[in-house]
């Protein structure tokens, strides 16, 4: 049943998510009978979503699965023209493995609109592929096969640990940007993100795209440890964020506004229209959808929320990404 704040709110996004949300599970069992689905229309697209993920049946019938196809259908939606499929190999980082074949596998008849990550675990590194021409032969393989960027980066290592220095190298190497996962328990750091810092002297010509709690709770300054586990930080931003310091130091450096994303610039809505603008150029777009039953997303009213400007919009929400993905400046 769609909720009361979506018909009273007159918010048109939040009634159509819904709504489509409610569509959706009908089109999942049974997409003869989903008029919604039946035929493509032209569409004006909005953005390039870098963040999304596809699920396996055994995630649940109310979960998942998210297939290429459900993927398709749910960017139309929404107004996204192309996403990024992010596999999660790491045992923390999901509740089972979404692995780079899948990935690769799952979009392949869909390469227009669904762009493929690649990941590998860095414990490999010590196991089985343990010299650099082994990494950087894997990596070159799944790029051959049309991956576009590395991650979700997401294992449960000081982001500075050797085995990720080596995937870095790796990835700086065959020039395949990094999306990594922040917090207490993925790619761990202290506030003001000294083990980030550490990465990007070393590999300045890597891309990294940061993401998750403790990355975007680094957005205000006299932070704690505990602070980079917390998902949505309430209240002003105070100054000094380690995120300003480290954008404004290291050129290669990029922010993934998806999950708490959203929330880290809506908290402290001057704070975050002058953030937003201020890094119009290394901001991206995205979700993070990786469930059936998601369906809020705060990025889809963010822009209007700040009152973005024409050219902001379109710079975080489809041109950094095309930029970095696919090597298009236009």
Known sequence: MLSEHAMRSGNRRAFLAQSVGASMGVYLASPQICPVFAERQPIDYTYWDTHVHLTHAWYGSDRGPVTADHLLRWIDIHRIERAAVLPLVSPESFWYPISTDDVLRETAEHR?????????????VESHLTTPAEVEGMLK?????????????????????????RLYEACSKVQLPVLFHLDNAANMDQPGLPGLEDVLRQFPQLVLIGHGKGWWSSIAGGIQ????????????????????????TYPNLYGDLSSSGAHALLRDKPFGKQFLERWSDRLLFGTDYYDLQQ????????????DASPEVRVKVGIRNARRLLIGDST
């Open 112 to 124: 227009d609109r669904l762009i493929p990550f690649c990941a590998i675990d860095p414990r490999t």
């Open 141 to 165: 393989r799944y790029q051959d096969a049309g991956a576009r960027g590395f991650g979700e980066h997401k294992a449960r290592l000081p982001i500075n640990a050797p085995p990720n220095l």
């Open 225 to 248: 440890q505990s602070d980079l586990q917390v998902g949505y930080p309430k209240g002003p931003v105070a100054p000094g964020g380690a995120l300003d310091r480290l954008l404004a």
């Open 295 to 306: 369906q809020t997303f705060l990025q889809f009213d963010l822009f209007d929320e700040l």
